[in-house]
């Protein structure tokens, strides 16, 4: 659920995925015919790592690669097979709604009885206080009770945004720009030449 400050935030950048197609990306990067097999899969990530699985097992039925080395690789395989398993236990995990209506509850209550009882703090510093202030105190009420609402529900609104750091909101987790880093440093390591320039964000805020 894309929350209002998001969808305010939103009109200044753009998520990359968001902007650009499966397809369009798929293209770089596969073969047509796995594309069509990829875009047909319940799981996506799942059916790309099974075609890798199943093309190294054609490199070892064609003695491209020792098998030491095919079952290095497979070993690599399942661990990616397992990460991406509880990256999708984290994305898709559904969370407590409980804790956000008494978190929402508690700071309206808050908010409401806060003002009750800095009059009575400040009630008794009338007969205190001199100047332009005496007799007056319990105005002040108004401001100090203003300030800590805010505070309070400024914090239930941070954690708000914070229970799913992965739909594109301004301080969620720059997902985007960390894949493109890892990218590119993979394509290094496999020395290829038309390694493309990485982009420069178009605002502060990074996917």
Known sequence: MQLAPNIEYRKRYDVPEKVRTLDAELIKYVTPEERSRILGAGGKAT????????????????????QASFAELQRVLRDLHDQQARSERIKNYPYPR??????????????????LGMIDLL???????????????VWLAIPLSVLVSWMYAALDQVGESSA????GGANDIPISQLCTSIELDL???????????????????VM
Not at 123 to 137: C, E, F, I, K, Y
Request: one cysteine or more; charged letters at 15%.
């Open 47 to 66: 059916e790309v790592l099974s075609l890798q699985g199943a093309s190294l097992r054609q490199l070892l039925d064609a003695g491209d690669i020792p």
């Open 98 to 115: 409980q804790y956000a209506v008494i978190n929402v509850i508690f700071v309206r209550i808050l908010c409401l009885l806060l003002p």
């Open 123 to 137: 009630a008794p510093m009338n007969d205190t206080v001199g100047g332009a202030m005496a007799g007056h105190m």
């Open 164 to 167: 799913n750091p992965f739909e």
């Open 187 to 205: 394509r290094l390591l496999l020395d290829e030449r038309a390694i493309p320039v990485p982009q420069v964000p178009a605002s502060p805020i």
